[in-house]
């Protein structure tokens, strides 16, 4: 059975007259990582709200159709059910820090607290998971002294110590450098290889292209497109939804207009798909 379920869904802001979501359905898999994209304002950061029930549990608003996160819908459950289940980062860290703690051991002990896990097995968790984000030396400062990058791998860290089948991350690299968004996306390719379903509203389509299974395109609040990365991210349909398109996909692109793409050679997304064509075209 799927985990994310959604069926019809329309979801509508409070004082708002036009819905941030549209008539969405949506199916997604255990252990399937996928990525969101679409211009600001597609209903990105919505759609992951609904996948962890902020939509409608703290937004309030207005829903219709159905919504199920590992079996449970979301709109009959407690926010506080669902987040066992189904974790988001937010696209502003500064969103997830508690205001209770003061250092940033603490502010990922805390959700271990509300969730009772034994003290005895908290240090564990809470060290792997400052381990994986690479955090692990900044344990005693405080979450409000550290730069949007660090609070960003905080707020993964504070996550991903909960364990929950479902991480729902909304544009988590968007205050790191090249470098450390490698890292943090490493670090989640590593966590969905180990089984944990990620769904990412993200806007670098080169990691998209990388690391996803799947690409869903949000425009106007409608889901627009489907499927694996070197098809969605190669169609001629982004353009119309304010969509770039990897590096690798403009240059295969230029060359084709001048015949020097290779013909029946699918455009590529990623380096390795690039230097595949370009290969060919050389030895021509
Ligand atoms: N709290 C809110 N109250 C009312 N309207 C909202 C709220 N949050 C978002 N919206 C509206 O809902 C629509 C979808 O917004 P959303 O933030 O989900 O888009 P997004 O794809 O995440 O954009 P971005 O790329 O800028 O993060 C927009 O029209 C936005 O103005
Ligand atoms: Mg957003």
Redesign the pocket.
Known sequence: MAIIEIEALTYR????S?P??RDLSLQIEPGEFVA?V????????????TLTGFVPHF?Q?ELSGRVYVAGLETKDHPLEDIVLVSGLVF?NPFNQISGAKFTVYDEIAFGLENLGVPREDMPARIERAMALTGITDMAERSPYALSGGQQQRVALASMLVMEPQVLVL??PTSQLDPLGSREVFAVIRELSREGMTVVM?E?KLEWVAQFADRVLV?AG?QLVLSGPPAEVLTSPLLETYHIGQTRYTTVARRLQAENGWPAGQPLPVTLEEAEAGFRIALLK
């Open positions: 802001y409070p004082h708002t036009q941030a979501l969101i679409g211009a600001n304002g597609a209903g990105k950061s919505t759609l992951c709200y937004f608003g696209q909304d544009e509203a806007h949000l609040g």
